[in-house]
């Protein structure tokens, strides 16, 4: 069986048989959990381990790219600086790079498990 929490995959037996997919993790605000239970044949099994597979390459492109635009805003920085202390009155601030969410690619991932016949459950948890 399959668990996902934090958006790392490790395959662990559940005695439940459910698996459990955690994402929002924040301090406040309800939890939000998905129970996945996986199909019941090999080839949807397979098949769900190509989507683990896809989900993790959607995640490192996500930090790949987030890397690229925090690599290319030190840069752009850099020449403002310079512009700046050129005593140019054109100069133009860099844009910030925006986080971006891997939650599209957690999306993807249950809708790739569920097409492979495996049953996703959302359920809310509700934190105090």
Not at 105 to 117: K, L, N, T, V
Request: aromatic share 6%; with cysteine; net charge neutral.
């Amino acid at each position: 069986m399959h668990a996902v929490q934090d958006g790392r995959w490790t395959w662990a037996p559940l005695a439940s048989g459910l698996l459990g997919l955690l994402l929002g993790l924040t301090a406040c605000g309800p939890q939000i959990v998905y129970d996945l239970t996986p199909p019941e044949t090999p080839e949807g099994r397979v098949c769900t381990v190509q989507c683990q597979s896809s989900a993790a390459l959607c995640r490192q492109m996500q930090q790949n790219a987030e890397q690229q635009c925090q690599n290319n805003y030190a840069l752009m920085q850099q020449n403002y600086q310079a512009c700046r202390d050129s005593g140019s009155k054109h100069c133009v601030m860099p844009p910030y790079c925006t986080s971006l969410s891997t939650s599209v690619c957690d999306q993807s991932f249950r809708e790739c498990f569920a097409a492979c016949g495996g049953t996703v459950t959302t359920r809310v948890i509700e934190r105090k």
